[in-house]
């Protein structure tokens, strides 16, 4: 759908050195990602360990980091393990009544599409 | 296609593509205020699998992208979304218009069960994603209504 799109410069694999699991404790796509402190404006983190660092300065759900950052899910998770490992963010778990669909949100998300 | 996908990625029947395999594609449709509508892609190549288990927790359902002229290459995304027992259905893609299967030769080669809805779609064109959106969502909706405790 983004066929004008040359897409990211960097291979996406470079920006995890190569790795498709992040470290450490798994977590899912509706974990909150939040920047822990202020002491984030660290010279040797890329550009894209920082915006995730800027864009959780509000608690962001996992899948919505990668949004923002236009970068595939498992990308992104890598990156965030990262950074959890180095202290820089917190990822907390969902409640687990938020996974649960009931029959009210499939009418509404159909509604909806129909309108888009 | 990356050198490294070289002999991994069967192009033999598929001579006009010349796009990389992206290990995973993200949509986030804002529906309404209160409702986000996630979609993601993912390459039906075995060695991607391990995203799969994570991405169907939850989900309301799957849509399985079928390009005909490799139809057995969608045999184990078929199975892998009737084990997991989610609501999913099959997306025909069609090039320029064309759809050299119909969906009965499709609903046979696959043998599917004939409540699994087989849609004609170009996954690059907007309009044509968001009818097989609707019929996907349908789909799931009807599954879960008519058989309770059933997902598939």
Known sequence: MTGEDPGPLVRLFGLTGGRARPPGESFNLVAIVTTVGTTFEQADLTPEYTAVLRTCRIPTPVADVAAQLRLPINITRVILGDLRREGLVTIERPKPAAQAIDERIYREVLHALRSL | ?152
Request: charged share 25%; glycine share 8%; net charge negative.
């Open chain 2, 1 to 152: 296609m990356t050198d490294a996908s070289a002999g991994i990625d069967d192009l033999g029947l598929i001579p006009r593509k010349t796009t990389t395999t992206v290990a995973m594609d993200f949509g986030r449709v804002s529906l309404d205020s209160e409702l986000i509508l996630y979609l993601f892609g993912t390459p039906g190549q075995h060695r991607f699998w391990f995203m799969w288990d994570d991405l169907v927790r939850g989900a309301i359902g799957a849509v399985v992208l079928v390009d005909t002229r490799r139809l057995a290459d969608s045999f184990p995304a078929v199975d892998y979304f009737e084990e997991a027992k989610l609501p999913f259905v099959i997306g025909l893609n069609g090039w320029e218009g064309q759809y050299p299967h119909n969906e009965e030769e499709v609903r046979d080669a696959l043998t599917l069960a004939p409540h699994i809805p087989i849609v004609r779609t170009d996954a690059r064109q907007r309009e044509s994603v968001k009818s097989t959106l609707i019929s996907l969502v349908e789909h799931a909706l009807t599954m879960r209504v008519s058989v309770p405790g059933r997902r598939g």
